[in-house]
């Protein structure tokens, strides 16, 4: 049972939850009264933010970071904006992970390029360099850099050490930059939830189903959405650390903003065993703690869940799911007919086979599949048994080199290899569509961290069309012992048999390069072939005007649409060559519209001429000297740029390109009516991108042009209503637009055209 409480409640001896309606109780509870903006300050995560927030005010916080971690689709990019930005150093231990591009194939030199540039800018500035394949990037912070009571940031979305009594956040790389710089984080106070959890999981019940009963329960509500979850309760000591980071991973599918826990000898357990006794304290909440919610998780009434295409939070429990085949498959066809768009098809219930659901893939793998305890419990099913020699097939992936070792000296990788499992290296591939791509019309099921639209590496466009379920690796392991019938882990009675785990660090010994505090300005960088600068941007002008080159109305617009992940990936230093694929699998004519766009901007810069550029601009700008206070409007002043409307953009990855790849080719701004997460609202700004949002439905379309008078008075005043108009067939219609709250310095970054120009800008001041 998972349950939502209608308000905040008090949390009294982390035991006790009274309902906000029900503050009589407290008094009687604790003898004491009680005031509500004190009871907030008992949280976990209050004492953790103040910790670490520099302003002195804790509604508008400014945190400095105990570290960072980067991988190697972001850490390019974010070394190269730091570095035009002025960086001499890494101040802060920063890890350069190589797990995301890892497979030097695709692309030529391009990702190994990569890989030596990171070792190269670690040995130049001071930083940590984990080479590939030798641990995926959460699993190497868990084992060396989380600790209770830090804070630390990455360029990765699943950046996620709540279990450790780390909060963690993931971000996109302009909030990187501006710690590298010795800027700071700065975000409104977050609302705090907290996720009571009681019971004990079934012996058969995994992180993943416990991650996902609670994705289901909250994404659609927003219940969590930009928030702090908070897991305290009983039903913490009933799991291993190990157990988990394999939940709180997934917290990152509820939209929330970061996670923490409850820390117990369990957890210092961890920490010894890693090495690392001293980065233990007890994390509880005060006597009395305020929350803005409460998630209630009875985690013995937990049963093995899926996630079916095309979202984490399309759960259901496996034999719900098996008991209504047919009408729950073709709900989810209905949805692959819009993901297809008429491209590619995709289908489900042929897959259904004497009343079975006949999969055609497992994987176990990364962050949230490949932790010592998943692996182990997937061979205590497959060992003695077999996937057979159909269509269907298994891969694990171990999350780092010293899981993989201690799996290996225990006999565990042989007992999955002779039921014919395939062992991999710790690699990301699989939860971004850069391994293990299924076959055509194929059907997946992983214990990974998302199944968006293609994030499994087919390409609609292509006609090519697949999909992933998400699963625990019990069920997973379960399903390949019956050939891939779709099995849960409840049937099956092996559980438990979770031999202690060792920590070995030799291979991190030696190859890992620790460079923090040791850095050589006189080292150069290393560039491959595809490593390019970033193109220069143009500074916001006092008048703007927009043309809209796509315009989304669904639900939910994801980053792996806005940018796709795999393959595509292989170009993430290439700012211009990336950007050929922005919105490819949503809107596939969205790149020629806007750089069309973008000639106009950049004629605009170089010779002022505008209307040569774009004649069409001649009857717009004839109806814009109509408007008010227009009349003596010059084109050679106003930036001209495309725009994006999207309902929600933004759920998923941290990945800033989402939002670079838009600017570099002429982007201006987003339209919206919400943004589905803060990081990419973020990377919106830092990319000199105005984060516009309307509440009436648009009234315009794919080719329209929107200007917007006075944008710079309208960023330095409360920007609760901002007049535009829709300019098209003649006339001008007006339209409200507003921006939701922006610190001082986003609105100097948007006004300079992005970070990059805001930091020279303070450099040359």
């Not at 695709?106 to 641990?135: C, Q, R, W």
């Not at 002008?541 to 927009?546: C, P, S, Y």
Request: aromatic share 8%; with cysteine.
């Amino acid at each position: 049972m998972v349950k939502l409480y209608e308000s905040g409640v008090y949390l009294i001896n982390g035991t006790e939850i009274v309902p906000e309606c029900e503050t009589q109780k407290i008094q009687a509870l604790t003898g004491k009264e009680v005031k509500k903006e004190e009871a907030k300050k008992g949280t976990i995560a209050y004492s953790i933010m103040e910790a670490h927030n520099t302003s002195g005010d804790m509604e508008n916080l400014k945190i400095k970071f105990d570290a960072m971690a980067s991988h190697d689709i972001t850490f390019v990019g974010i070394i190269q904006t730091a570095k035009a930005s002025g960086m001499e150093k890494f101040p802060i231990p920063y890890v350069l992970t190589n797990c995301h591009n890892s497979l030097c194939a695709v692309g030529g030199t391009i990702n190994e390029d990569d890989h030596m540039f990171g070792l190269s800018a670690a040995k130049k500035y001071g930083g940590i360099y984990v080479p590939p394949h030798i641990a995926v990037i959460h699993q190497y912070m868990r084992e060396m850099h989380a600790g209770c009571g830090k804070m630390i940031l990455g360029s990765d979305s699943h950046t996620r050490y709540g279990a450790l009594g780390t909060m963690a956040i993931g971000e996109g790389g302009g909030e990187l930059v501006k710690q590298l710089l010795c800027d700071t984080y700065d975000v409104k106070y977050p609302g705090v939830v907290v996720i009571y959890l009681t019971g004990k999981p079934a012996p058969y019940v995994g992180p993943q189903d416990i991650a996902l009963a609670i994705i289901g329960s909250v994404f659609k509500e927003g219940y969590v959405k930009n928030k702090v979850m908070e897991f305290v309760g009983p039903g913490v000591a009933s799991m291993s650390t190990d157990y988990r980071n394999g939940v709180d991973v997934m917290t990152t599918e509820t939209t929330c903003l970061s996670s923490v826990w409850r820390t117990d000898e369990d957890t210092r357990a961890f920490l010894n065993l890693h090495g690392r006794g001293d980065a233990y304290k007890e994390l509880n909440p005060a006597e009395v703690a305020y929350y803005d919610g409460c998630v209630y998780v009875d985690l013995s009434t937990v049963k093995p869940m899926i996630a079916l295409p095309f979202h984490p939070s399309n759960t259901y429990e496996i034999d719900e799911l098996n008991a209504s085949l047919v009408d729950i498959l073709r709900e989810v066809e209905k949805e692959a007919e819009h993901v297809g768009s008429g491209r590619a098809s995709y289908t489900l219930t042929d897959k259904i086979k004497d009343g079975k659901l006949q999969v055609q893939q497992g994987v176990i793998a990364g962050c949230a599949g490949g932790n010592y305890t998943n692996v182990v419990e997937a061979a205590n099913v497959l060992r003695g048994k077999n996937c057979g020699n159909g269509e269907f097939s298994l891969a694990v992936y171990p999350s780092s080199q010293p899981v993989f070792i201690d799996l290996a000296r225990k006999g565990v990788i042989a007992d999955l290899m002779e039921a014919g499992a395939v062992i991999r290296t710790a690699f990301c591939g699989p939860c971004f569509g850069a391994g293990d791509t299924p076959c055509n019309n194929g059907l997946s099921i992983r214990h990974t961290t998302r199944n968006f639209p293609n994030r499994e590496g087919s390409k609609p466009g292509n006609g090519q069309m697949s999909s992933v379920a998400l699963m625990d690796a019990r069920s997973i392991a379960a399903t390949a012992a019956n050939g891939g019938v779709l099995t849960s882990a409840e049937s099956f009675d092996c559980w438990g048999e979770v031999p202690e785990y060792h920590f070995d660090d030799t291979v991190y010994k030696n190859r890992v390069y620790y460079g923090f505090d040791s850095g050589d300005q006189e080292k150069e960088l290393v560039y491959g072939p595809n490593i390019k600068d970033w193109p220069e941007m143009s500074p916001l002008t006092d008048n703007i005007l927009l043309k809209v080159c796509s315009k989304i109305m669904d639900p939910v617009t994801t980053t792996d649409e806005l940018i796709p992940s795999g393959e595509t990936s292989s170009y993430r230093s290439n700012p211009l060559g990336l950007a050929e694929f922005t919105l490819s699998r949503r809107d596939p004519e969205y790149v020629g519209r806007s750089k069309e766009v973008d000639k106009i901007e950049k004629a605009r810069v170089s010779t002022g001429k505008v209307l040569e550029a774009e004649p069409e601009l001649a009857e717009v700008y004839g109806v814009i000297r109509t408007l008010p206070g227009q009349a003596d409007i010059k084109e050679a002043e106003t930036e001209v740029g495309s725009m994006v409307y999207a309902v929600k953009p933004g759920d998923g990855s941290a990945r800033e390109q989402a939002a670079s790849c838009q600017r570099v080719i002429g982007g201006l701004a987003n339209i919206t009516k919400e943004y589905a997460t803060k990081r990419y609202r973020s990377n919106v700004m830092n990319w000199g991108m105005i984060p516009f949002q309307m509440k009436e439905e648009p009234n315009f379309e794919v080719g329209d042009y929107i200007f917007v008078p006075d944008i710079r008075k309208a960023l330095d005043g409360d920007m609760t209503d901002i007049r535009a108009y829709v300019i098209k067939n003649g006339k001008a219609e007006e339209i409200s637009l507003y921006v939701a709250d922006m610190t001082p310095e986003e609105r100097k970054i948007v006004k300079a055209g992005c970070l990059i120009n805001y930091n020279r800008n303070r450099k040359n001041a």
